[in-house]
């Protein structure tokens, strides 16, 4: 018999788990552990409006991009591999759902289920860098990285002058530069998922104490959000042209 089941009647356990928990998890700056989590959200919150305004830029900037030449980006846009691309949306969004079942648990005190889920959404994670390998080898094939741009070839294919071929080129920059910071990531989502679900495993977590995997959840849906706004952005800016 453990001492706690000495001391303390199994109505009373769950107080004793929850104080002893809240005395382990607690950091001395903190007067309790609610006030430690809603400083790690907030935390978290002001990291990723940084990150908001990172990426919003990019964003404003390929907008702005395309209405000043809009002929040359839809055109490179079309040349873009839309339908991997929509799969790699589906993967993130069921990779978002898979990442809330965690959080869920998570409040429910159920570590199996924690690090079940969250194994889930690292391997949805991986599928989408190996889907994104694929493409990034497909784009290096058909001379869509900036650096082995064909312009003449572009230039007779899509019957465009050689300032057109140029703008085309610029935006393809556009497209690896931002396709390959969310790849980055998505890898240090996928890396925080892990670590989070080791320490899932070993009990570091409970109903009275799941912060880790809250803030991991935020990080992570911020991830998938960027991906549903980059998808139109990047890849369906010309397919009007062709349906």
């Known amino acids: 018999?453990?001492?706690k089941e000495a001391?303390?009647?199994p109505s009373e356990q769950r107080i004793f788990e929850h104080t002893f928990l809240e005395r382990e998890r607690l950091e001395e700056q903190y007067a309790t552990l609610e006030q430690q989590t809603e400083t790690a959200a907030f935390g978290m919150w002001v990291f990723l409006a940084t990150e908001v305004m990172f990426f919003g830029a990019l964003f404003?900037?390929?907008?702005a991009y395309w209405l000043q030449y809009m002929d040359a980006v839809e055109e490179a846009s079309v040349?873009?591999?839309w339908k991997i691309g929509a799969i790699n949306t589906v993967v993130l969004l069921v990779s978002s759902l898979m990442m809330a079942l965690a959080v869920h648990f998570a409040k429910l005190g159920d570590s199996r289920r924690i690090v079940f889920y969250l194994l889930l959404t690292a391997a949805l994670g991986v599928g989408f860098l190996i889907l994104k390998g694929t493409e990034y080898y497909s784009d290096f094939v058909e001379n869509l990285v900036p650096w082995r741009f064909d312009q003449k070839s572009w230039m007779s294919e899509h019957h465009m002058s050689a300032e057109?071929?140029?703008h085309a080129r610029v935006f393809l920059l556009f497209y690896w530069a931002m396709t390959g910071l969310h790849a980055l990531h998505v890898t240090i989502g996928i890396c925080a998922v892990l670590v989070?679900?080791?320490l899932a495993r070993r009990g570091h977590f409970s109903a009275a104490y799941y912060a880790p995997v809250d803030v991991t959840g935020l990080y992570w849906h911020f991830v998938d959000l960027v991906w549903?706004?980059?998808f139109p952005l990047l890849y369906l800016l010309g397919t009007h042209h062709h349906l």
């Open 79 to 81: 040349a873009l591999n």
């Open 7 to 9: 001391l303390f009647p």
């Open 1 to 3: 018999m453990s001492l």
């Open 228 to 230: 549903i706004f980059l």
């Open 164 to 166: 057109q071929s140029a």
């Open 60 to 63: 404003v900037a390929v907008g």
């Open 196 to 198: 989070i679900c080791v």
